[in-house]
């Protein structure tokens, strides 16, 4: 039943059960800006942003387990170190907190999986129309779900949904720890190697894109703020994993929320570059775009909310000049040397009237008493 590895816990429970709460709410603060630029935006939500709705009432419902279940932790960590005597109902809780291991560890995995399907429906509507990219594509997706479902597949279930007797017996082994915290390393690999080859996707499209080199880097900057996810994991399994004891748990799931609150706001950041070029295109377009404007923008995707606004300003410039020299071609003045006068003679013979027929304007006019026939 010990299941961790030092009698007092590393974070105490009101700073791990803030900090729970701390992460779910500014990550709420995130999602609520996101939704309110995507609906600017497009006028509806799209697909990658169901998938961070998702992530964060993964989150929420992680914290609200926590929240049933943090008492009971402590108190076994009180119990171990002598500073609580066991009470009747510690058993039944403790069996309880021991089997919502593994529906807590299947939320934090789902949580970070939604915000890596979001990652990558979002860039799939940046250049899914090439067809290297669009393969890519669909291999970078075959990785992810398959580290996901690597994920879930090697969580040590007896060890959690098992009764209390079975767990006491069983798996306080050597063994059985050396397998839990050989889990850690693997699973962290899999949530870092997909995270990369996530990454690999936008960077594909920028390299060749043809963008202000600030403007690239910039893109870049945004798109690699996955990195910031990849670091947080890293420093969870570094900090907390050990080889021949168990984990500490507070101190593991205290850096899995931050872990999941900090991915759905790195989700969330590309938001605000969004905003502030819709706002300024606002501001600079008057008239409506033309229909071939309109088109190529839909083909150009999502990547024309992320480019300057200078394109913007040149269509509005070009269209501008293509109005007025046709309103200038309309009211064009003739020159007086391009003026001709024309002369036509009537002839009438018996019966039958007929026209003369008009000369060019490189030709004199016919004296008026000969006929042209």
Known sequence: MDAFHSPDARVAQPVFIGILWTCTSLSLCFLIFRLFVRI????????????????????????ALWQKHAPTMYDQYAITSGKLMPYIEFIKKDEDFLHAIVPLTILFYSCLWS??????FFFKRIGYEIRIHKIWWWCVLFVTLTAYIGCISDINYKCSLKSIFYIQANCQSLKTIHWNNRTF??????????D????????????????PLKKKLALFAIFSAIIVVVVVSIIRVTIVNSVDTNVDI????????????????????ASFRQLFVQTKNEQIRVKQPTSAQTSAWSRRGLMSYFTSTNRSQKDSSSHDTWQNERL??????????????????DVTGASKQSSAALPSPYEFPAPPHVSRM
């Not at 915000?115 to 990558?120: E, P, R």
């Not at 200038?328 to 003679?345: A, E, F, G, M, N």
Request: with cysteine; hydrophobic share 55%; net charge neutral.
């Open 40 to 63: 600017k935006a497009f006028g509806k939500l799209l697909s990658d942003d169901y998938f961070v709705i998702v992530a964060w009432i993964l989150l929420v419902a992680y914290s």
């Open 115 to 120: 915000v890596k399907l979001g990652f990558l």
């Open 185 to 194: 390393y693997a699973n962290c690999a899999l949530d870092v190697l997909s």
């Open 196 to 211: 990369l080859c996530i990454l690999s996707i936008p960077i594909m499209m920028l390299w060749k894109v043809r963008i």
């Open 250 to 269: 507070s101190w593991l799931y205290l850096w899995s929320n931050i872990e999941m609150g900090t991915s759905i706001i790195i989700a969330c950041v």
């Open 328 to 345: 200038d071609s309309q009211t064009q003045i003739v020159p007086l040397d391009s003026i001709h006068v024309k002369h036509s003679v």
